[in-house]
Structures are given as structure tokens and as C-alpha cells.
């Protein structure tokens, strides 16, 4: 079935590590986002990817690193500069000719 | 920028009722596209349904339809014949039909919905 996994769904981090979440689709489509979710705040863009091997910073990037060496493929890399890391993140895709953008399941991200 | 504002952050149906959420929004662009999407307890982000600023119709899907008023800039969600199933959290988005860095989604906070038995 296509779709975008997310993996793994519960994280847990100590303070100072780095830690990657996994994002995959196999819907070919050629835009991705990477979304935070607070309690009380929506959904906040951190980075988006339009082509392969190209990103860009979205509202809250800081903290935050990507990387788009595939089209299926865009992971994130929540850094120790991320000041609050606890949050849900969602990981998103768009084809070309589609105006909406399809979810993965999210990953919940806890510091202890 | 354009912003998105949901101004009830949590509400209650009898099932089988009607339900309207509310959400304004506020830009200067003349075209874009407003979507409903629906949060249930797994968390799993589903799309409702889609708006384009162009057409003048209000799009329906099944129970679901929207009041859409581009002069008021208001774009509000109907549901008839509430199901329980239909408890999530609902959130309205918007976007530019620019490309390049306005092409992402603007949403607003979120209304809980509650689906009274």
C-alpha cells in the first residue's frame, strides 16, 4: 500500500543527543515537511524539501538539521541545540499536481 | 503573513446532531486553498476536506461541508449526523498558491471535539 511510515513512534532522548526520526513515502511524491506539534499551538513548520538534494528552513528551524539524499526518504535530526525537543512530529508529502498534503502516523519525542 | 484562527478550542454534540466549527482566516492573496483536517485520538493527520478560494461553491464531502465566506474571510466546518467516530481534534489550514517558501500549510490551533452518546 502506499503511504509515509514514521519510525519509531515512541523516542526517548537524553539531554545533550542528537537523535533522528525517520521519515519514508513511497507515494512519489516530490515534496516533503517535517511538522511540530505542541498542546495548544497547531502545527508548526521546521523544514520542507520541494526536490531532492534541496531544503529549506521553515518557521522553527533552529535546533533542527535534514537531509534529502532521496526522494522516498527525509529524515530529521533533532540536535542538542534544540532548547525543548518534547513534542509530536509529523512528517508530510505532495506530489505535483496535488494540493494536499498526506501524514504519517507521527513520532512522539520525549527528553528525559 | 497569513494566519489562521480557531476560536473555540473544544466542543460537544449529541450524536446524530449537527456540529459547526469555526475558523477565520486572514490574508492579502486573492487565491489559495482552505482545508479541513481531522486529528483523531491515534493522532493520525486526515484530510476532511478542500476549499479552493476560486470557486464560489462550497465543497461537501458526504456529512461533512463547509460555509465558505471569502469576503468575511470564514471558512467553517459542518457536520450533520454526528458519529462517534467523528471525535478528534479538527484543524482548518491554509495555502498559498504561490510556490517556493509560501507553499506549506498555515494552521490554526485546533478544536477538540467532543461526540456525546
Known amino acids: 500500500d502506499g503511504g509515509i511510515t514514521q519510525s519509531p513512534k515512541y523516542l526517548f532522548r537524553k539531554e545533550g543527543q542528537n537523535v533522528t526520526l525517520s521519515c519514508e513515502q513511497n507515494l512519489n511524491h516530490d515534496a516533503m515537511y517535517w511538522y511540530r506539534q505542541d498542546p495548544g499551538q497547531g502545527l508548526r513548520l521546521i523544514y520542507y524539501s520541494q526536490i531532492v538534494n534541496d531544503f529549506q528552513k521553515g518557521d522553527i528551524a533552529e535546533g533542527y538539521s535534514v537531509s534529502r539524499e532521496k526522494k522516498e526518504s527525509f529524515p530529521l535530526t533533532v540536535t542538542s541545540a534544540q532548547k525543548n525537543p518534547t513534542a509530536f512530529y509529523l512528517c508530510?508529502?505532495?506530489?505535483?499536481?496535488?494540493?494536499?498534503?498526506?501524514f504519517g502516523p507521527g513520532t512522539r519525542l520525549t527528553v528525559l | 503573513a497569513q494566519t489562521v484562527t480557531q476560536s473555540q478550542p473544544e466542543m460537544s454534540v449529541q450524536e446524530a446532531e449537527t456540529v459547526t466549527l469555526s475558523c477565520t482566516y486572514d490574508t492579502s492573496e486573492s487565491d489559495y486553498y482552505l482545508f479541513w483536517y481531522k486529528q483523531p485520538p491515534s493522532r493520525q493527520m486526515i484530510l476532511v476536506i478542500r476549499q479552493e478560494a476560486y470557486k464560489q461553491q462550497n465543497a461537501t464531502e458526504n456529512r461533512f461541508s463547509v460555509n465558505f465566506q471569502k469576503a468575511a474571510k470564514s471558512f467553517s466546518l459542518k457536520i450533520s449526523d454526528s458519529q462517534l467516530g467523528d471525535a478528534a481534534m479538527y484543524f482548518c489550514?491554509?495555502?498559498?498558491?504561490?510556490?517556493?517558501?509560501?507553499?506549506?500549510?498555515?494552521f490554526g490551533t485546533g478544536t477538540l471535539l467532543a461526540v456525546q452518546p
Open positions: 489550514a491554509y495555502r498559498s498558491v504561490l510556490g517556493g517558501a509560501t507553499n506549506k500549510l498555515i
Open positions: 508530510a508529502s505532495r506530489g505535483q499536481q496535488i494540493n494536499e498534503q498526506f
